[in-house]
């Protein structure tokens, strides 16, 4: 039986997911170009961005793509691109298909480069697992048990990505210093709540968020020094050199604030909360129970610290630990709540997200298992698998982090 608030949730998602559409916001933010550009696309949404630049720019000197699997399969209504290098990389652990899809892109830059011919990178949410060049000394092996460290750390985007960028040649303004002198403009969709572009794909065409000093002292904080690789180790304890950066011009077409409003358009009853949901998952679960009764949406991105063996993702785990707060606080009448990643994958599933309601509990323990215990161990997808409480929409083709929302009665 559809609960009668799913309708009417799963629409207002789907239209904060459909006011990030990549290849829109490509349509109506694409400048002017003396000469055709080369065209670097990198993230969840490349394939999408790449195909509207090609269908409003022509022919193009080169086109290299680099984006998830997922998304690469999704060819329907693109134009033709027989100049286009298309790089299905790994995410959120980097492979070997993304290092070579590296090496195509400075090799790209530096032509563009020798040519006096202008850039255009269209940047969106995964560039940074999609596209490993890491810097002398470090292996991609290196950058795998990184990342890996790193995703179990609990860490948010801005942390990750000011520890990757000290480790890559393309991070942090590295594709400005191949592409240089040639102009480059950057079409940004944000996956980042506040939209630090430095943190976007974690900033090829813009400054660093950090220093070495300073990813050093995050690593210890996060108690993962000891486990890295002591080649990782030995370049972040080398000096920074500062370096100037050259100029580019950076526009943002897509963010997590835009779908919120979106989604508010769509459900017009709902409370928008435009203070973004950040932080873990067991805090903050506590502000989503905190906002009442009535609809509310809200946007953002949580973490979540991985301690068990399980598998799920942040949704996932904040729609069900929501599940055993209000069954802890006896809400009344039917209630339902959505959340989900707009790119339409949670941590390493194949679900967006996760959708929770009154009777999502009594089902999973029907099922015979113990939602508490199944949460300890990090497998919130195991138990709302087994209560038909997955919300699976398969790859979006855009990322602009998570939206949720709320429905009390």
């Known amino acids: ?6 309708t009417q949730a799963s629409a207002a998602f789907h239209a904060g997911v459909a ?24 993230g ?10 090609r269908s409003l720019l022509g022919p193009l000197p080169a086109l290299v793509v680099a984006t998830n699997p997922e998304n690469a399969a999704r060819t329907d209504g693109l134009p033709p691109m027989p100049e286009a290098r298309i790089f299905a990389a790994a995410h959120p652990i980097p492979d070997q298909i993304g290092l070579d899809a590296a090496q195509a892109v400075k090799a790209a830059l530096v032509a563009a480069s020798r040519a006096g011919r202008p850039v255009l990178c269209l940047i969106s949410g995964g560039g940074s697992a999609l596209l490993p060049a890491p810097v002398v000394g470090v292996s991609l092996q290196d950058k795998m048990a990184v990342n890996a460290q790193l995703l179990a750390s609990g860490a948010d985007i801005e942390v990750m990505n000011l520890i990757r960028q000290q480790l890559s040649e393309l991070k942090g303004g590295g594709m400005l210093r191949y592409a240089a002198p040639s102009p480059v403009t950057a079409l940004i969709l944000s996956d980042v709540i506040g939209d630090d572009l430095r943190a976007v794909a974690s900033g090829p065409t813009v400054s660093p968020i950090g220093t070495k000093a300073e990813a050093r002292d995050i690593l210890h904080q996060l108690d993962i020094w000891e486990a890295l690789p002591e080649t990782v180790r030995r370049v972040l304890l080398s000096a920074d050199v500062p370096q100037d950066l050259p100029d580019a011009r950076n526009l943002l077409i897509g963010s997590n604030g835009q779908s919120l409003a979106a989604m508010g358009a769509a459900y017009p009853a709902a409370r928008l909360h435009p203070q973004p949901l950040i932080g873990d998952v067991t805090e903050a679960v506590r ?21 068990g063996t399980g598998r799920g993702g942040r949704n996932q785990d ?3 630990r929501l599940a055993l707060l209000a069954e802890a606080e006896a809400w009344q009448g039917p209630w339902l709540y959505l959340q989900a990643g707009t790119d339409g994958r949670d941590g390493p599933t194949d679900a967006a997200g996760g959708v929770v309601c009154e009777t999502i509990l009594a089902r999973i323990r029907a099922a015979g298992l113990d939602p508490a215990g199944l949460l300890d161990n990090n497998d919130a997808y195991r138990a709302l698998a087994a209560a038909g409480g997955l919300h699976i929409t398969g790859a979006t083709g855009t990322n602009v982090a998570d939206l949720g929302l709320l429905i009390r009665s």
Not at 44 to 53: N, P, R, V
Not at 294 to 302: K, P, R, S
Request: aromatic residues 6%; glycine residues 8%.
């Open 1 to 6: 039986m559809i609960h009668p608030y799913y």
């Open 19 to 42: 006011a990030a559409d990549p290849a829109e916001a490509v349509r109506r933010s694409l400048p002017e170009f003396d000469m055709p550009p080369t065209v670097i696309a990198v």
């Open 44 to 53: 969840k949404a490349a394939l999408s961005m790449a195909g509207m630049a």
């Open 287 to 307: 502000r989503v129970a905190d906002m009442g009764r009535g609809a509310h949406v809200f946007g953002g991105e949580t973490t979540v610290k991985l301690t």
């Open 318 to 320: 904040l729609a069900l």
